[in-house]
Nanobody
Framework: QVQLVESGGGLVQAGGSQQLSCAAS????????MGWYRQAPGKQRELVAV???????NYADSVKGRFTISRDNAKNTVYLQMNSLRPEDTAVYYC?????????????WGQGTQVTVSS
């Protein structure tokens, strides 16, 4: 089993910055993709950014140029640096990890962390 612990989040003013982190632990053999999703009230959960084990990244159009995803493979940790935050970035942010703990690869979610951007 894999546990994900998120940190960061909170209240920030528009134009400000914030960093989220997510550390994975447990019986992990390897981690494939790591990513961040978010869900605003009344909306579906959406992909924010993802990074592969090789370091390739992909971003939602709405965050390109403002957010940066990175990972520390030695620490099994993924980060999301958020700059130039906007009120529409307000959401619960969830960490997502594809991790191999045995023969199969499992899809794991963090508990979510609230990010609120005030105007």
């Amino acid at each position: 089993q894999v546990q994900l612990v998120e940190s960061g989040g909170g209240l920030v003013q528009a134009g400000g910055s914030q960093q989220l982190s997510c550390a994975a632990s447990g019986s992990i053999i390897s981690i494939d993709a790591m990513g961040w999703y978010r869900q605003a009230p009344g909306k579906q959960r959406e992909l924010v950014a993802v990074i592969t084990s090789g370091g390739d990244t992909n971003y939602a159009d709405s965050v390109k140029g403002r957010f940066t995803i990175s990972r520390d493979n030695a620490k099994n940790t993924v980060y999301l640096q958020m700059n130039s935050l906007r009120p529409e970035d307000t959401a619960v942010y969830y960490c997502n990890v594809l991790a191999r703990t045995g023969i199969l690869v499992g899809n794991y979610w963090g508990q979510g962390t609230q990010v609120t951007v005030s105007s």
